[in-house]
């Protein structure tokens, strides 16, 4: 079965930090593009950032100078590292991939973020 299994969310302090983790497997084809996005109740969904398997990186304005990505290809696991965590950091995050057999995307099940004193 086709999955983007996600780990490493949770309950965090102003300040502090997580790191991400998101693994793919199954019969998603060659991997071009692994990344994060955002969601926050109320709004729409958010690019945090993007890695191709070059190792090319895309961050969103949010993560910026704070979150970095990385990626394992031989292991199809993608990382966020985010610091200096911030309340309105608190969301779903999403894994993201794009491939051969996905051209269009196929989403991870989502974690929870929250930055919360």
């Known amino acids: 079965q086709v999955q983007l299994v996600e780990s490493g969310g949770g309950l965090v302090q102003p300040g502090g930090s997580l790191r991400l983790s998101c693994a793919a497997s199954?019969?998603?084809?060659?991997?071009?593009?692994m990344g994060w996005y955002r969601q926050a109740p109320g709004e729409q969904r958010e690019l945090v950032a993007t890695?191709?398997?070059?190792?090319?990186?895309n961050y969103g304005a949010s993560a910026k100078g704070r979150f970095t990505i990385s990626s394992d290809n031989a292991k199809n696991t993608v990382h966020l590292q985010m610091n200096s965590l911030k309340p309105e950091d608190t969301a779903v995050y999403y894994c993201?991939?794009?491939?051969?057999?996905?051209?269009?995307?196929?989403w991870g099940q989502g974690t929870q973020v929250t930055v919360s004193s």
């Open positions: 993201w991939a794009r491939s051969s057999g996905f051209p269009k995307g196929y």
């Open positions: 199954g019969s998603l084809g060659r991997i071009y593009v």
């Open positions: 890695i191709t398997t070059s190792g090319y990186t």
